[in-house]
């Protein structure tokens, strides 16, 4: 064995993993092998090194095959396969396996190597190979790629060649010599014809536009780009052609003037009115379009001046879009919420009165704050019509479906969602609530339920059956034989059936009523339209009766009402169960107070409440205050307010109750002088925990939120004038000195706070933020206060807010990277516009939108960069924008010399953005109007910070602006964009004009 070792230590010298092994074990593993498979260098134990731990699962049955058949003396090639290395990584390998010998044993000797990046090669150049492949099927343009060795042919040519000009890729495969020949006649002297010439004048002239003669004869245009691919020593061996069909280029530009216009047309005749408008710091429109002109009647100037504009004008009984503002401002001012969208009563600028809806919602900046509200208004005086019309047909087809001697059912999988009185009469049941929700194949005899499914199931799917005839069983148990038609319809945005059926055992009748039954299945769609709508109305109802019950049920009142015969018409659960206290019974809806019988005083009670009752139903109200007693004898003092209910027309239909508790209040007045030390109401009444303890460290007060939380932690039980037991946390020596220590600063005469993490019984973590304070007496300390309240919710959402605060600033950052990425995105778009035209004003407007967009998107770039996302250190973004406008415009340093002097400013957002554009638009003018022919000169910007004020200086030696030239009238859409953004940041700007030459300009605002 000991040979065998050396001859094993040998292969660690071998610069290749090596491994033998065989279907059992593992023999040896080298040096290298180890490193690769990432196995540890110390205390490795190669005897729990399983021989396919390294080996994925799906190659374990092929290996262990190749093992016994090279163990048997057969040669084996190279395999490839995956394995995953001890760190858990997968790595795709080579592996190359031969016989040896162990001992007396045969086994297997593998070398392996790495193929991972080859096989990431391979798949990316099929990757490669595929989007060149879907570039060439989806591209409008003509891709070729002609190589010249071994000889001159076509390698590619995508399948938009024969798109455009008709001929297929096998012909242009099989004549290498096709885009020569379909060249038109007269821009065939333009090119060499000699392959090298050909080359050399493509690389002076790599763009072109040229016709050329299409299979059917047309003439196309063609705008080619060609490009040449050298080899490793730089010989051209192919070259790379794509060309763009040109031809109706002119037709396009036309076609987007006029789309320009339409959209402009549209923003200048929208029927909606957009708005900008914030509340804070005071009210104003940041924004108001000019449709309000169409819509309304009014100018848009009118209403920038009045923040209050619509306010005034809007009429109505309930002013919604008054008590909307009220509440916008109190959200935007607390940050919370999300506004929908109000209805309101409007007068225009002719007297009328017109329906609108404002739907809003909140902007919010960096800081999650309400920024400011965007709204759109639409008339909506025709929905209102409509909705009335709607209410009326509603009625009008309840009318004519109840009428209808035709029994129907609208169901959902044999579920009934909707029915007529003809279905409730037919089948015997009290109302259309019987038959509701119900499945109502469990109405047709046993025999016949498996046809009926199997046409529901069909009529599901879009199949419409014919009247075909049924036996149902109504709920009185008689047979009735029916006919039934089965329809697929759409009800509530579901597949539905409706389902008609005829009694078909008075046939005379259903006869005479055919002509309604025709007229009832033809108004059948344009019904559930209209209930589309009822139900939308429906559900604002539920909603708004959702929010009275929280508020009915909410509260620690008893609240009631009863009708004229004193019959319980609602209640709410403290009614209920201070109800059950004094009756050991629960009320009941429609029950009265007289009902109950086991109760001795009950009738003389509920005689004393009818007469209340009465004197409401005669239009007072009443508040009175009366003592009882509960069922086990405790006495009660309740304060009782009674007041009527009116209906629409003014009728009394229900008296309305509220009575609340007073006893301890009552109990409080009448022991004032005994208990005002401890005002034990509000001692038993707080939700926090409050205690007092005398200098023997004796409790000598508590209320019962304090008693819950000893008994949760210290699984003790507190008394009145006994130490406090603080039971297994006795054993915590540190949270005891704790303890003992701010009590004795509280008796020192110092405030004391601070928190506890504890555990409760159940193992629960529990926060609580403790105050102790001295009480005084006579000038002396004789007693402790406690009080502390639950802060485990508090503590545990700030761990929930830091969590969720750091996945808001990966994602802000990475809506400014994308921000910034799009913007690029933009300005690449624009360079490839620019090489598609040689119009030299043109270029100049492409360059200058592109700077105006780097601009942009070089801040977006600093707040990726930046930890913080509200602001940016504006000297480090300016250095790198006159980076780019120099770099731009190809600025010679010897025709102008650029001099930044800017103090450390941070800027935020906001006015980054418009005052970076502002100093593009000022360093470009200069630029290109300050120095004319070969003038020299100096471009300097100055920024400097004071007293919140900023000031900015672009100043040039060059020729100067003209005296007859007003830079506030300028025509130029540069000067005309720099003062807006000033207005945009709230500044001020000056142009002066230097001596002897030059141009300054001056800008301050406020950050």
């Not at 040998?10 to 593993?29: C, E, G, H, K, Q």
């Not at 492949?133 to 071994?150: E, H, S």
């Not at 780009?225 to 396009?252: M, Y």
Request: net charge positive.
């Amino acid at each position: 064995m000991k040979k065998q070792t050396q001859d094993f230590s040998a292969l660690n010298l071998l610069s290749i993993p090596l491994v033998i092994f065989d279907n059992t074990r593992v023999y040896f593993v080298n040096e290298k092998a180890k490193e690769f498979l990432k196995l540890p260098k110390k205390n490795f134990d190669i005897t729990k090194l399983k021989p396919f731990s390294f080996i994925l699962p799906e190659y374990h049955k092929r290996i262990k095959e190749n093992n016994l058949k090279i163990i048997k003396g057969q040669e084996f090639q190279t395999v490839e396969l995956k394995i995953r290395d001890n760190k858990k990584n997968i790595i795709d390998v080579v592996a190359k396996s031969n016989i040896v010998t162990v001992g007396s044993k045969k086994a297997v000797q593998s070398i392996f190597y790495e193929i991972s990046e080859r096989k990431k090669k391979y798949a990316d150049l099929e990757e490669a190979e595929k989007i060149l492949d879907l570039i060439g099927k989806n591209n409008a343009d003509i891709m070729f790629k002609y190589d010249l060795y071994p000889k001159e042919h076509y390698s590619y040519v995508s399948e938009s060649a024969e798109n455009i000009l008709g001929y297929t890729v096998k012909e242009w495969y099989k004549q290498r010599d096709l885009f020569e020949k379909i060249l038109h006649q007269e821009d065939r002297n333009k090119f060499p014809k000699e392959t090298k010439a050909y080359i050399k004048y493509i690389q002076k002239n790599p763009r072109n536009t040229s016709r050329f003669v299409a299979k059917n004869g047309s003439v196309v245009w063609l705008e080619t780009i060609q490009s040449v691919v050298k080899d490793t020593k730089g010989k051209v061996i192919s070259l790379l052609c794509i060309s763009r069909d040109v031809t109706k280029q002119k037709e396009t530009e036309t076609r987007l003037n006029i789309t320009q216009e339409q959209l402009r047309l549209i923003a200048n005749n929208a029927h909606d009115i957009i708005y900008f408008y914030t509340y804070h710091p005071k009210p104003k429109y940041l924004f108001i379009s000019n449709s309000v002109k169409n819509v309304l009647g009014f100018e848009t100037k009118e209403i920038y001046k009045d923040p209050f504009f619509f306010n005034k004008r809007t009429v109505g009984k309930a002013n919604a879009f008054k008590e909307h503002e009220k509440v916008a401002a109190k959200m935007q001012l607390s940050g919370t919420s999300v506004l929908h969208k109000t209805e309101f009563q409007i007068i225009n600028s002719n007297g009328e009165t017109v329906w609108m809806e404002d739907h809003v919602n909140p902007i919010r900046d960096e800081n999650g704050k309400i920024s400011f509200f965007f709204g759109i208004i639409r008339n909506i005086n025709a929905l209102k019509e409509k909705e009335a019309e709607l209410n009326q047909k509603w009625s009008d087809y309840k009318l004519l479906l109840d009428q209808s001697p035709v029994a129907f059912f609208i169901h959902d999988k044999g579920l009934c969602l909707m029915c007529n009185k003809q279905a409730v009469d037919l089948l015997k049941v009290r109302s259309e609530k019987d038959i509701l929700g119900k499945f109502i194949i469990n109405y047709i005899v046993p025999d016949q339920r498996a046809r009926a499914m199997e046409r529901m199931k069909a009529a599901t799917q879009g199949k419409e059956f014919e009247f075909l005839n049924y036996q149902v069983t109504n709920s009185k148990g008689k047979a009735i034989n029916v006919e039934i038609k089965t329809v697929p319809i759409r009800y509530n945005g579901i597949d539905c059936v409706l389902s008609l059926v005829k009694d078909i055992s008075e046939r005379e009748t259903l006869e005479k009523a055919r002509l309604k039954t025709e007229l009832t299945e033809e108004h059948n769609k344009k019904l559930l339209k209209e209930i589309e709508l009822r139900k939308g109305v429906e559900k604002k109802i539920i909603e708004q009766t959702s929010r009275m019950k929280a508020i009915f049920e909410g509260g620690n009142q008893t609240l009631w009402t009863v009708d004229k015969e004193s019959r319980y018409t609602s209640f709410n659960r403290k009614f209920s169960d201070v109800f059950y206290d004094f009756y050991k019974v629960y009320p009941k809806v429609g029950g009265r107070l007289s009902d109950i019988k086991d109760h001795k005083g009950v009738i003389a009670i509920s005689n004393q409440w009818n007469e209340k009752y009465k004197e409401v139903f005669k239009g007072g109200s009443s508040d009175f205050i009366t003592t009882r007693h509960d069922a086990g004898g405790r006495e009660y003092i309740m304060q009782f307010y009674l007041h009527p209910i009116y209906n629409s027309d003014g009728e009394i239909i229900e008296a309305y109750g509220l009575g609340k508790d007073i006893t301890e209040k009552v109990n409080a007045e009448q022991s004032t002088f005994r208990q005002t030390a401890k005002l034990s109401a509000i001692f038993e009444g707080s939700s926090h925990y409050i205690w007092t303890v005398n200098k023997e460290n004796n409790l000598t007060s508590f209320n019962k939120n304090y008693t819950d939380l000893i008994q949760k932690i210290y699984e003790s039980t507190p008394k009145l004038g006994e130490s406090l037991d603080r039971g297994k946390m006795l054993e915590n020596e540190e949270y005891i000195k704790r303890m003992e220590s701010n009590y004795s600063k509280a008796f020192e005469g110092k405030k004391i706070n601070f928190e506890l993490e504890l555990v409760g019984v159940k193992g629960e973590k529990i926060f609580l933020d403790v105050f102790l304070n001295p009480v005084m007496e006579k000038n002396k300390i004789v007693e402790v206060s406690g009080i502390a309240h639950d802060i485990t919710a508090t503590k545990l959402n700030e761990d929930h807010i830091r969590q969720s605060l750091k996945e808001k600033e990966v994602l802000l950052k990475e809506v400014h990277h994308r921000v910034k990425n799009n913007m690029q995105i933009i300005s690449s778009i624009l360079n490839l516009q620019s090489s598609y035209t040689s119009d030299s004003n043109i270029l100049n407007l492409l360059r200058e939108s592109q700077n105006r967009i780097k601009t942009m998107a070089y801040i977006h770039e600093s707040l990726y960069q930046n930890k913080t996302f509200s602001s940016i250190n504006f000297n480090e973004y300016l250095t790198q924008l006159i980076s780019n406008i120099v770099h731009s415009y190809s600025v010679s340093p010897d025709k102008i010399r650029l001099q930044v002097n800017c103090e450390k400013t941070i800027l935020n957002l906001d006015v980054s953005i418009p005052l970076g554009l502002i100093i593009n638009e000022l360093i470009t003018n200069s630029i290109k109007h300050a120095f004319p022919d070969s003038n020299k000169g100096i471009i300097s910007i100055n920024l400097r910070t004071q007293n919140k004020l900023v000031f900015l200086t672009v100043e040039d030696s060059g020729v100067g602006i003209g005296a007859h030239i007003s830079t506030e009238k300028s025509g130029t859409l540069g000067l005309q964009l720099v003062y807006t953004l000033v207005d945009q940041i709230d500044g001020k700007i000056s142009f002066e004009r230097t001596e002897p030459q030059g141009t300054r300009v001056n800008i301050s605002f406020l950050i």
